[in-house]
Nanobody, 125 residues
Framework: VQLQASGGGLVQAGGSLRLSCVAS????????VGWFRQAPGKEREFVAA????????YYKDSVKGRFTISRDNAKKTVYLQMNSLKPEDTAIYYC???????????????????WGQGTQVTVSS
């Protein structure tokens, strides 16, 4: 499966952005999808993930209540709605997918075989 992330940009603190991750190839509903981010000089970190059925979502503690992950399997797209953005949310955001995720490891980047190219999110103070 190939992934294309988009929707990043420059926004002021408190603003919102919606990221999209569009997949091609594969049976999309079989894939769990995660969003990860990497800030300059830092390691890539988990942000949010959603199971293939779309029924269960997982979040990094610091984004709970601000970010919402959702998916439209008919459109082969996963969204990350980001509200109340903070300067510390600034990073390159990547989407990733895998059809063989073990749920206990859904927050681990190494659990995903397929990655999109990343989209830059910059939040100004």
């Amino acid at each position: 499966v190939q992934l294309q992330a988009s929707g990043g940009g420059l926004v002021q603190a408190g603003g919102s952005l919606r990221l999209s991750c569009v997949a091609s190839g594969g049976t999309f509903r079989n894939y769990a999808v995660g969003w990860f981010r990497q800030a300059p000089g830092k390691e890539r970190e988990f942000v949010a993930a959603i199971r293939g059925s779309g029924g269960v979502a997982y979040y990094k503690d610091s984004v709970k209540g601000r970010f919402t992950i959702s998916r439209d399997n008919a459109k082969k797209t996963v969204y990350l709605q980001m509200n109340s953005l903070k300067p510390e949310d600034t990073a390159i955001y990547y989407c990733a997918a895998d059809s063989r995720i073990i749920l206990t490891t859904i927050r681990m980047a190494t659990s995903y075989d397929y990655w999109g190219q990343g989209t830059q999110v910059t939040v100004s103070s």
